[in-house]
């Protein structure tokens, strides 16, 4: 029955042990009838009991100081423990509840579900400003780990919360698993392990992927101002080098308008792209729905586009040879009173044959007030560049002029003039010399006819005399008082000469021209007498160029038969022609002899003899 009974320590009382060997039992009864039992029976338990007990108006306990309690199995506890110098200082066990006091008023409760306090709690504060407050007094990381058996226990594994020493919050999910946010018990926000994330949206196929009746994203200036360009919000796409140098590729600017409707509101897009060593803005929407391309940052019309060479371009990339096909279009539509739609007319680029080639032809489509959304081919233009107009079907010529009604052409002059040759209206043929040298050939011209303020016209036809270059010369013209003039006027003269008498002739020239030629014809006949009576009869023509009015004429001769010679000279200012006839015998008979002379005259000079 041998057992080892050691009391370490018991202070400050007064105490009777009782040992039941036979039950393996010793008993401690203080002076305070307070007993504490030991039980080394297979269950091997401490109990500490009392048979009285202090009441200090909040807690019953026992008063029990142990230097030194080892327990090998339980320890049964019937309601606290608590320091002995601080009574405040306790822990309690009641019926499925732990409270946790450290000093008066503010305590832990550990509940089988719960844990709470009833002040903020802080780790390593004695000041926390919230609920729960993880505190370190060094310039050292502060971290809350969460994980799991599928997590792991590693540094590496699980959800992370908390800041750096430098003060940088971060959330880490250490796992190769999606992050979600939730409000109202549903996902609202997802970040996938690939870095894309979902706003209601659970499976983003792109960076960033919104999901909505309503999928609406919206930035705000909250800046207060006004002026051009200002309250701008953007966004920006930027790009690595292959050197890892990083730029700027383009942006989406939201900013105020510089021109519009007058509103404080106004604003407009502008879309930036970076090039040429910058980031400049190519395209502008403005408050009006107008768009400037190029730079235009103030279009005028709905589409303005603004360059050195503005170009716009349609691409059709079907591939085909059909006749009509390849084809794009510029397409006007519009409204009528009760808002019904139609195409009013269209611009149509299409290729031209069925063949494998590049031939192509330009259509222009316009409705004749039932086609609906099929306008009537107007005007066609084919790769060899015939035109067919009005009821256009493919041009067989280069001008082919089609219509069930009368086809006609007219050339509207809208200067307001009543000088003679005014009001002018020009068709010109136009040819190449064989070095590629270009010049009108013939210019048929409508114009007003005299300077009186009144309607009355004339056609001019001018042809090229050889040297006109781009002003051919008039050659007829027909006025509206039944008039007409050719290009030449003719004007002829007979004398008759008899004998050896000399003859002269003088015509003056009324050149209206500066530019132009004269041909003379200078005949003469001689009269020969005897049974047959013949006639001998010879001419000469001659062709003076008339530049500033002066007549280029040198001394010509003209022989009639053996005897007869006429001679022409120039003589006066130059404006004077002198036409003289003379006989120089050779011998032989006299004969009476007639000279003519005729005169053929480029432009509008005339002769008169005087």
């Not at 091997?44 to 200090?56: G, I």
């Not at 008023?105 to 903020?120: A, F, H, N």
């Not at 002026?227 to 930027?238: A, M, N, P, W």
Request: with cysteine.
């Amino acid at each position: 029955m041998a057992q080892n009974v050691h009391i370490e320590h018991i202070d400050d009382t007064f105490a009777n042990v009782y040992a039941n060997l036979d039950l393996s039992q010793i008993a401690i009864l203080t002076d305070q009838n307070e007993e504490f039992v030991w039980m080394n029976d297979d269950a091997s338990k401490l109990y500490f009991a009392a048979a009285q007990k202090y009441y200090d108006g909040s807690y019953t306990y026992m008063n029990a100081d142990f230097a030194q309690v080892e327990c090998h199995d339980d320890l049964l506890l019937d309601e606290y423990i608590k320091h002995s110098g601080d009574t405040d200082t306790l822990i309690r066990f009641e019926t499925d509840k732990i409270t946790l006091q450290a000093g008066s008023g503010d305590y832990i409760v550990i509940e089988p579900t719960k844990i709470y306090t009833t002040t903020p709690f802080g780790w390593e504060t004695d000041s926390p400003s919230g609920d729960l407050h993880l505190y370190k007094g060094s310039a050292a990381e502060v971290l809350l780990k969460i994980s799991n058996a599928t997590a792991g226990l590693l540094s590496t594994d699980g959800l992370d919360i908390g800041i750096d020493g430098s003060a940088n919050a971060f959330f880490k999910n250490r796992e190769n698993t999606s992050l979600t946010l939730y409000t109202n018990n549903t996902e609202r926000i997802t970040l996938l392990n690939n870095g894309n994330v979902g706003i209601n949206e659970s499976s983003p196929e792109t960076i960033v992927e919104i999901s909505a009746a309503e999928a609406y994203l919206t930035l705000q200036n909250v800046t207060n101002e006004s002026g051009v360009g200002l309250r701008e919000t953007q966004i920006r796409g930027k790009g690595h080098q292959s050197d890892t140098t990083e730029y700027e590729l383009g942006r989406i600017e939201f900013s105020q308008s510089d021109i519009g409707n007058g509103e404080d509101k106004s604003g407009r897009i502008v879309l930036h792209t970076y090039g040429n060593g910058s980031l400049n803005p190519w395209i502008y929407l403005i408050d009006t729905g107008r768009l400037g391309l190029g730079g235009e940052s103030t279009p005028v019309t709905m589409i303005e586009l603004t360059d050195s060479a503005p170009y716009f371009t349609l691409h059709n990339n079907t591939h085909e040879d059909v006749d009509w096909g390849r084809e794009s279009r510029i397409i006007a539509r519009g409204e009528q009173s009760g808002g019904e739609e139609s195409i009013l007319g269209m611009l149509e680029i299409s290729h031209y044959g069925s063949s494998d080639d590049e031939n192509g032809r330009v259509t222009i489509k316009v409705n004749d007030g039932n086609d609906g959304v099929s306008p009537t081919n107007r005007l066609i233009i084919n790769s060899f560049g015939r035109v067919a107009i009005g009821d256009a079907i493919d041009p067989s010529y280069l001008l082919h002029l089609l219509s069930s009604a009368t086809p006609d052409i007219i050339f509207h002059n809208t200067t307001h003039s009543d000088n003679d040759g005014w009001r002018k209206s020009i068709i010109q043929y136009r040819g190449e010399k064989g070095d590629g040298t270009e010049h009108t050939l013939v210019s048929l011209a409508g114009s007003h006819f005299g300077s009186g303020d009144d309607e009355k016209g004339k056609f001019v036809i001018s042809t090229n005399d050889g040297n006109d270059s781009e002003s051919p010369s008039e050659s007829l013209t027909i006025d509206s008082d039944g008039g007409q003039k050719r290009r030449y006027n003719v004007f002829e003269y007979t004398e008759t000469c008899t004998g050896s008498m000399s003859y002269t002739l003088d015509y003056d020239m009324n050149a209206t021209n500066t530019y132009g030629s004269l041909t003379v014809v200078v005949g003469g006949r001689k009269t020969m007498a005897g049974p047959s009576y013949t006639h001998a009869t010879c001419y000469d023509i001659h062709r003076f160029e008339l530049e500033n009015n002066v007549l280029n004429v040198s001394k010509v001769s003209l022989d009639i038969g053996s005897n007869v010679k006429t001679t022409l000279t120039a003589i006066g200012s130059g404006d004077q022609l002198r036409i003289t006839a003379e006989e120089e015998p050779n011998g032989g008979t006299q004969y009476d002899y007639d000279v003519f002379i005729r005169f053929v005259v480029y432009g509008t000079t005339s002769i008169t003899k005087v």
